[in-house]
């Protein structure tokens, strides 16, 4: 039986615990697909992830930046991205390919509404029952907190970036 996890807050760690538990679930033999919305320019796990067996990462092939500083065709060009990735994850799952789905800064990308929120409620609420289903960002929508039977709050207590420390490789990124 999959279950719903949610890892949210505004705490550091979100991403990395998602990927955490994808290790674990293929080092038990789990198929386990991550998509990543958001998300295009180089972080450090990529180069780690893509070489594990049973793990597969997909993303837009292009960093976008913030979407507080993308134009509005780019956004268009961002949410289409998203949404073949999306479509791909979903049929993945309706064919028993994997085990495990990790949906990266799905909540962030929903509450922007960069993506087909009809896809991704399809994803959330018509879920097939064997698949795991892990979902990652900030503030989700109730609807989703709901659906979850793991619901994880990442608190921000403490951060360098309050001291001016820029994101780090290796540590951040």
């Known amino acids: 039986m999959g279950l719903i996890h949610i890892y949210c807050g505004d705490g550091k760690g979100k991403t990395t615990a998602a990927f955490g538990l994808a290790v674990r679930a293929a080092g038990s033999g789990m198929k386990v697909h991550i998509v990543q919305l ?14 594990v067996p049973n793990i597969t990462v997909e993303r837009c092939g292009r960093n976008y930046g913030f979407l507080s500083k993308m134009s509005e065709e780019d956004k268009i060009k961002l949410a289409h991205c998203h949404d073949d990735l999306l479509l791909r994850a979903e ?19 929903y509450e922007y509404n960069v993506l087909n929120r009809d896809i991704a409620d399809r ?7 064997e698949i795991e289903l892990i979902l990652t960002g900030r503030r989700p929508k ?32």
């Open 38 to 51: 958001l998300k295009g320019g180089f972080t450090s796990e990529l180069s780690i992830l893509e070489a």
């Open 91 to 109: 049929r993945l799952m309706k064919d028993g390919v994997i085990d495990m789905l990790i949906i990266d800064e799905f909540n962030a990308a």
């Open 142 to 173: 109730e609807k989703f907190i709901n659906a979850a039977d793991y619901v994880s709050e990442i608190q921000a207590v403490k951060h360098p970036f309050q001291k001016g420390i820029k994101a780090r490789k290796g540590i951040e990124f």
């Open 123 to 129: 994803i959330v609420f018509e879920k097939p029952k």
